[in-house]
């Protein structure tokens, strides 16, 4: 038995961790941010998947039967591939699950007008993910996306509430309500966004939902751990959590706090 790993390039995981423990305090969660590579969402697919999958098999090495990648980019990058390719050949029993699916499968029922916007990194919006695995399940449904690439630097750098800051953010709000004057709905389709909520809610009118996918990706998890006993078995309970960084421990202690995440003494792992 393992805890369930819990992969991010950097702290964004962090507010899907909290969800998790929230909804499903009795699991122990191992988590672990790829900071010294972050952000992922510039990068090439290639890279993105090769990172994503040294970090599957360090989460396998240290115990893990189950692994969320906390990412949107990493999920829309390597997911599949990791899937369909690696899991069948170095962990058939072990299981690795994203974030876009769980968020895609319950848009539909939140939007009223059917016009859906979403905001993430160039990574994710490019591969189109979203825009397909909404298709899937509301095919009524216009996904209208763009893409934020300053949003995680900002967030990483502590630059988000800045004046300087909130000028890019808004400006990118603005630019995706223009495209399409009737989404009601923005999914927050990069993990790191959550931090923006409060302010981005201040910011669209007032008929505009926000979603982040904390809570959505908890649910899911905790109704797939109840279908699949099998998986289930294999996840240690003991409320504990443990986390790894790719960079400086010190700075990610810290800085974790940012992202819903207290009291955080992390270890060091090196990724190869
Ligand atoms: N938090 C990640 C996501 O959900 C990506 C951040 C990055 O660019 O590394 O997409």
Same mark, same amino acid.
């Given at each position: 038995m393992g805890p369930i790993g819990v992969f991010d390039s $950097?702290? $964004?995981g962090l507010t899907i961790l909290s969800e998790l423990r929230k909804r499903l305090p009795q699991y122990d969660y191992l988590y672990l941010g790829d900071n010294a590579r972050?952000?992922? $969402? *510039?990068?090439?697919f290639d890279v993105v998947y090769e990172f994503t999958l040294q970090a599957v098999k360090e989460l396998f090495d240290r115990g893990c039967h189950l692994v969320i990648l906390a990412c949107n980019t990493a999920s829309a990058k390597a997911l599949r591939t990791i899937q369909q390719k690696d899991l069948p050949v170095i962990a058939p029993n072990r299981r690795v699950l994203g974030v876009i699916r769980p968020s895609a499968e319950i848009i539909g029922s939140i939007t009223k007008t059917n016009h859906i916007g979403i905001l993430a990194t160039p990574g994710t919006v490019s591969s189109n993910s979203y825009t397909i695995e909404i298709g899937n399940f509301s095919p009524e449904s216009t996904v209208v996306q763009h893409a934020c690439p300053m949003w995680v630097p900002l967030i990483e750098n502590h630059e988000h509430e800045t004046h300087a800051g909130q000028e890019f953010i808004q400006k990118d709000i603005e630019t995706l309500l223009e495209k399409d004057r009737q989404i009601d709905t923005i999914v927050?389709?990069? *993990?790191?966004y959550p931090v923006l909520k409060a302010y981005l809610e201040s910011i669209v009118p007032s008929h505009v939902q926000i979603i982040s996918q904390g809570k959505i990706v908890a649910e899911s998890l905790a109704d797939y751990l109840e279908r699949h006993p099998e998986i289930d078995q294999f996840c240690s309970k003991n409320s504990s959590v443990q986390y790894l960084t790719s960079e400086n421990t010190n700075e990610f202690d810290t800085n974790a706090s940012i992202f819903a995440a207290d009291d955080v003494k992390s270890s060091h792992v090196s990724l190869h």
């Open positions: $950097g702290y $964004g972050a952000p992922y $969402g *510039t990068r090439s927050l389709g990069c *993990t790191h």
